[in-house]
């Protein structure tokens, strides 16, 4: 499985990314995608992730950013808007074959390239 990202980029305080990543190889082994990101001096952590219709948020995220996912193009979505300057980081797009969505990156089996996210205050 291969993972391409797409979307990073410097924004204002405020303002509002749309992430996107592509699956391609053997899709049929995802079960779980979603986005960690990690900051300089900081962990990474899991963002979002989505499961048959099921999503998950980090609490410094919810109401801010929205996870989405289309099948039919295997593509997995960010949109992050009101976006804060700690929002600032390297997001990667990840997935797993197994269902349960785990905020522990090294049980995530694919990683896209990261794709750096900049919020100016």
């Known amino acids: 499985v291969q993972l391409q990202a797409y979307g990073g980029g410097l924004v204002q305080a405020g303002g509002s990314l749309r992430l996107s990543c592509a699956a391609s190889?053997?899709?049929?082994?995802?079960?779980?995608m979603g986005w960690h990101r990690q900051a300089p001096g900081k962990q990474r952590e899991l963002v979002a992730a989505?499961?048959?219709?099921?999503?998950y948020y980090a609490d410094s995220v919810k109401g801010r950013f929205t996870i989405s996912r289309d099948n039919a193009k295997n593509t997995v979505y960010l949109q992050m808007n009101s976006l804060k300057p700690e929002d600032t980081a390297v997001y990667y797009c990840v997935a797993r074959s197994s269902v349960v969505v785990s905020a522990r990156d090294n049980e995530y089996d694919y990683w896209g390239q990261g794709t750096q996210v900049t919020v100016s205050s």
């Open positions: 989505v499961r048959s219709g099921i999503t």
């Open positions: 190889g053997d899709v049929f082994d995802i079960s779980v």
